[in-house]
């Protein structure tokens, strides 16, 4: 409908924002991000968005994104935000989101702010937020890559902060490059043989300048604590990488480092560092 009606392609559409998130409380408003190749969109466009019952909301003060919002009372029921695709807005969209999907402790910081505001008897708005949001942004680097020889180098580049016991959690879709990005990190930290995902074995673990172990959780829901003894010695007088961390919940160590990468059109990918140790 939305796509239709903006005339972009379905893969240009987020649902970001709070509702986004899995388990974090939110008001009843889902938020949808478009990318287009401008926002200075034409009649036919607002139109087609008028007859599919989203309404403009004109706001000078957001020269960055053109708004569209479905329901008449404060919450909305639906806000679309349309910004430049690939853009500014558009990337820090997407890089909070993540983010607060990784760490459940920033998630419920998250929480706990709107819930304050809340308590002051008024509807938070995104200025209520907005130094939380900046803080977690400048923690979270953005690199693009354009082949597996720059992830491989961006990777590299991480390895060289890394120590004994550090862990790295790797998260991305199918074919985003999670393996490659790890084998640029295994290859600055001296690993010399083949490095390969270890999808159906679990785990690797490589000899180097330091002990590198390399595992890959995507075949699990969830992780047993009989699972979990078995995966263990991996962390153990070692640098970490770990794929598909999701599945691990709360078991799994906490991260010196979160990297997420996503498909950014043909070989591009954009690869988000997050230092997540750093305090917000």
Known sequence: MIAEALDVSPSRIEHVG???????????????????????????QVERMAAAGFAPLPDDDRPWEVRFVRGDEVPREVIVHVVEWQGAKWNEFLRFREALRTDRALAGEYEQLKRTLLERGRWYRGVDKSELIEAVLRRVEEHESASAEETERIAADLASELELGDVVTVSGDLGSGKTTFVRGACRALGVEGHVTSP???????????????????YRFQSVSPAEWGDL????DGAVCFVEWPEAAGDELPAPRFRVRLRHAGGDRRMIEIDRADARV
């Open 232 to 235: 263990e010695p991996y962390f």
């Open 199 to 217: 999808t159906f074995t679990v785990g690797h673990r490589y000899l180097g300048a330091v002990d590198v172990s390399h595992l890959d959780l």
């Open 18 to 44: 709070s509702t986004s998130v899995p388990g974090l409380a939110a008001k009843p408003t889902i938020d949808i991000a478009v990318g287009v190749g401008s926002t200075g969109l034409s009649p036919s």
